[in-house]
C-alpha cells in the first residue's frame, strides 16, 4: 500500500507522470494503474500531485491525483482516468468527470482530510 497522507504532507507523494503506464509500473509500485484495449494513450494535462474531492456512490473523500492519463476506446470515446491516493494511502481510479480540482487550502478537502486522521489517530 502507498504511505498515506495529510494535509501538510500530501505534496511528497510520489507521481506518476512522463509516460503512459504499463503492468511493469504498477507491480512496481510507481504507477496506480495501466489501462489495456484502448487507444492512443497518453499523459493528461494536469500539475502532480493534485489534491480533489473524489464523489463516489453518493459519498466524498478528499484524495490526491498522482496519475493522469486519457486513453481513446474503439468507440471514439475519450476516457480521463486518474490514478488517487487517500489519506490511508488506499488507491483508488476515477474518471476526472467523478473529482473536483481544488487547492490544498480549500476548506471541504481539508475537513475531509483531518477527518481521516480523526479516524485514526494513528497518524
Same mark, same amino acid.
Given at each position: 500500500?502507498?504511505?498515506?497522507f =495529510?494535509t501538510?504532507? @500530501?505534496?511528497q507523494?510520489?507521481i506518476f507522470? #512522463?509516460?503512459v503506464a504499463s503492468?511493469?509500473?504498477v507491480t512496481? #509500485?510507481?504507477?496506480?494503474?495501466?489501462l489495456?484495449?484502448?487507444?492512443n494513450g497518453r499523459?493528461?494535462?494536469m =500539475?502532480?500531485?493534485q489534491? !480533489?474531492?473524489?464523489? +463516489?456512490? &453518493?459519498d466524498e473523500? #478528499?484524495?490526491? !491525483?498522482?496519475?493522469a492519463e486519457?486513453h481513446?476506446t474503439? =468507440?471514439?470515446?475519450?476516457? +480521463?482516468?486518474? #490514478?488517487l491516493?487517500?489519506p490511508?494511502?488506499?488507491?483508488a481510479?476515477?474518471?476526472? &468527470?467523478d473529482? =473536483?480540482?481544488?487547492?490544498a487550502?480549500?476548506p471541504f @478537502?481539508?475537513a475531509?482530510?483531518d477527518?481521516?486522521?480523526? +479516524?485514526?489517530p494513528?497518524?
Open positions: 500500500m502507498t504511505p498515506g =495529510d501538510r504532507s @500530501w505534496a507523494l510520489a507522470s #512522463g509516460g503492468d511493469d509500473d512496481s #509500485g510507481r504507477a496506480i494503474y495501466a489495456k484495449d484502448t487507444l499523459p493528461l494535462e =500539475d502532480l500531485p489534491p !480533489v474531492i473524489w464523489y +463516489e456512490d &453518493d473523500f #478528499g484524495a490526491v !491525483v498522482v496519475q486519457a481513446d474503439e =468507440d471514439g470515446e475519450t476516457l +480521463e482516468v486518474l #490514478g491516493i487517500l490511508s494511502g488506499e488507491e481510479i476515477a474518471f476526472t &468527470d473529482v =473536483d480540482l481544488v487547492d487550502t480549500d @478537502w481539508v475531509l482530510v477527518a481521516y486522521a480523526d +479516524e485514526d494513528s497518524r
